[in-house]
């Protein structure tokens, strides 16, 4: 509450509607601090190669610079054996890279999500350690570097996801609701019958036709994730296509098309905004429990469900499971603050 009480009453009254949900929103500490570690912890999960990787960054050599990450060097480079591409994690290798007064700048976490840990001190799956902070899973791989990946492929499919289901909704609810009548009808029993598919036992049937891909799992739910969001579409087209100012646009000639995208869809946004949030971690939940059933990505790609799966594969190893279980609750929580507050936000009954 600090910036309302600090205006006066004149300044709270030219402010407008944006402004007022802004500061409503910034209000509720909880979901405002939320949205800034969300973004803070997306925006960093997007540089993960720079984060997490079993390449350095740059390598000074012999008074040249080589840059792993942009070229693929062999070992012999660096005075090496063998002509084959090199694993900058051997002994053997660093050693040779950090003699005399050659240096080479790693990044935080010296694994990939796909690299394994061929020197690791006991049997996978491994124990957090000082060389694999968070452990490893059943095959070597560092399961911190996983999880720095899979957070940003789980967000960036719900961010895709989210965004063709709010396309694809708003354009069939607004259709359905500013023209009613019979199209509204018919529309409605067409959603019915496809709302009745079982959508899971289409990802099963496809899952054993196609190859898995990141592709095919939006093309998928995309199909089905739109209908929740059309209804509330719908509802504000049927509740603003009768009122004043649309009766007057259409008096003036102006077409169809205008009046639905630039006079009604404006003023119907107050429920697609307030469920983003939740269709984001809904689009979360559903990659990570496709991913635990084995009917979702590759099993080369990072992935929270497949972490998942593993730590019920492997009960000793608690690492799995625990620190999968925390950033996936940690996420759907800020998602959830997120939400409430921007529904309290766009509350125009309040102050």
Avoid at 55 to 76: G, R
Avoid at 158 to 186: N, P, R, S
Wanted: charged share 15%.
């Amino acid at each position: 509450m600090d910036k309302q009480v600090n205006l006066t009453n004149d300044q709270l009254i030219n402010l407008s509607p944006r402004q007022r949900a802004w500061m409503r929103f910034k209000n509720n500490r909880r979901g405002y601090y939320s949205l800034w570690i969300f973004v803070i912890l997306f925006v960093l999960s997007l540089f993960a190669e720079l984060i997490s990787n079993d390449k350095p960054i740059i390598i000074q050599f012999e008074q040249q610079y080589y840059f792993p990450l942009l070229s693929d060097y062999p070992e012999t480079t660096f005075g090496g054996d063998f002509v084959t591409m090199t694993d900058y994690n051997d002994p053997y290798i660093i050693k040779k890279i950090t003699k005399d007064d050659n240096w080479a700048l790693y990044p935080l976490n010296h694994y990939s999500f796909d690299s394994i840990n061929y020197f690791a001190d006991s049997p996978n799956p491994a124990a957090p350690s000082s060389q694999n902070f968070l452990g490893t899973d059943d095959r070597g791989r560092d399961v911190l570097a996983r999880l720095i990946y899979g957070f940003r492929l789980s967000v960036i499919f719900a961010l895709v996801l989210t965004a063709i289901g709010v396309v694809i909704g708003i354009i069939i609810g607004g259709l359905q609701g500013y023209f009613a009548g019979k199209i509204d009808l018919v529309a409605q029993r067409l959603i019915e019958v496809w709302s009745s598919m079982p959508e899971l036992y289409l990802l099963i049937i496809f899952a054993s036709i196609f190859k898995p891909s990141i592709g095919l799992l939006i093309i998928l739910l995309s199909l089905f994730g739109w209908m929740g969001l059309s209804d509330y579409v719908r509802a504000e087209f049927l509740r603003g296509r009768n009122l004043d100012y649309v009766q007057a646009a259409r008096s003036m000639g102006v077409s169809n098309i205008n009046i639905m995208f630039k006079h009604l869809l404006p003023n119907s946004m107050v429920p697609v905004l307030t469920f983003l949030p939740f269709r984001i971690s809904g689009a979360i939940l559903a990659l990570t429990s496709l991913d635990y059933l084995g009917l979702g990505v590759p099993p080369s790609t990072p992935s929270l469900g497949e972490l998942l799966s593993q730590g019920k594969e492997n009960i000793d190893a608690w690492w799995l499971s625990m620190t999968t279980f925390s950033v996936l609750v940690g996420t759907l929580v800020l998602l959830i603050f997120i939400g409430e507050a921007l529904r309290e936000a766009l509350d125009t009954r309040r102050g």
